[in-house]
């Protein structure tokens, strides 16, 4: 029996969501011959009520001690680690900003001790977030590049799509993913804006109203794939936290990490600026899991 959700989901990215989890049972599915699993599963997921661009964490207790536990969710894998002081495995996915309302299908495989093959399907509904549209003004050069700027960012692109297609299956954050620096959100995620009356794209992270020098910290332990200047994104850090989870902290004024260095939660990885495309002083900070951009205020308020 699966649970759906008829309550429409509504977000505002300026907001976290509450950390809720939904629990659902369900029948084992053996597959191995001769060999059926009577007992159910526990499966759980938060927030409870998924929308278009949040990130999830899903929870499973099996009928049966298992080897291993692998997922797939939104054509995208899963990896599951083991926690064994709760005898559950746990998994970091997300839905992207494009999907569309509806009930979709969390399926998993798994290897019991005894070397048997056990699998479910569970359905999952995701809502639809309400963001909002705004206008901003930038330097013409962010919307009319020059041939030698568009050659530049034409080099940069081929850089970020190889940084962004590493996965490392193995996990590498630890406990809750705590804020980069202690002040407001000045912009939220999901924003639809449009550059100089012209340009139109989404905003595909959070804003904080911090001045220029302000130390960044690092949203959780992981490695650093990139440490350099961009020209959208400014003095750029992008850490890889395993699993297919990575976070990107934009405008910076200084990096103070190099790319390789492993950083643990917390550590400082830069400070604040306004370089790029950016109005002033502030700090942009994205979420990006399998080449979805997800919400950070969600992924901030989750409970590990």
């Known amino acids: 029996m699966f649970l759906r959700l008829n309550q429409s989901a509504r977000s505002n990215s300026f907001v976290f969501l509450p950390c809720l989890l939904v629990a659902v049972t369900l029948a084992a599915v053996g597959t191995a011959p001769g060999n059926p699993i009577a007992k159910s599963w526990a ?5 409870a009520l998924l929308v278009n661009g949040a990130p999830v964490v899903f929870r499973v207790n099996p009928p049966s001690p298992l080897e291993s536990l692998s997922g797939r969710w939104l054509d995208h894998d899963v990896f599951f680690n083991f926690d064994a002081s709760q005898k559950i ?3 970091i996915a997300g839905v992207s900003l494009g999907t569309h309302p509806g009930t979709y299908s969390l399926t998993l495989k798994g290897t019991s001790v005894a070397g048997n093959e056990i699998s479910f399907e569970q359905k999952v509904r995701v809502g639809a977030a309400r ?3 705004i206008a901003v003004n930038v330097a013409k050069q962010f919307t009319e590049p020059s041939p030698e700027q568009l050659q530049r960012i034409n080099q940069e692109k081929t850089l970020k799509q190889d940084v962004f297609r590493r996965v490392n299956p193995e996990r590498e954050w630890s406990g809750r993913f705590q804020p980069p620096v202690k002040a407001p959100v000045s912009d939220g995620f999901g924003t639809r804006r449009t550059f100089n009356g012209k340009v139109q794209s989404m ?3 959070l804003d904080f109203a911090v001045p220029q020098g302000t130390s960044v910290a690092a949203l959780n332990g992981g490695t650093v794939l990139l440490a350099r200047p961009l020209f959208f994104e400014g003095d750029c850090v992008i850490l890889d936290h395993g699993q297919g989870l990575l976070t990107l902290y934009l405008h910076l004024s200084e990096i103070k990490v190099k790319e390789g260095e492993r950083v ?41």
């Not at 499966?43 to 927030?47: G, I, T």
């Open 43 to 47: 499966v759980r997921w938060q927030p």
């Open 89 to 91: 495995w746990y998994g």
């Open 131 to 133: 963001y909002p549209s």
């Open 203 to 205: 905003h595909q992270g």
């Open 264 to 304: 643990e939660p917390g550590q400082q990885i830069g400070l604040s600026g306004g370089t790029g495309r950016a109005t002033g002083p502030h700090l942009h900070v994205a979420v990006r899991w399998q080449g979805v951009y997800l919400n950070p205020a969600t992924l901030l308020s989750l409970n590990f």
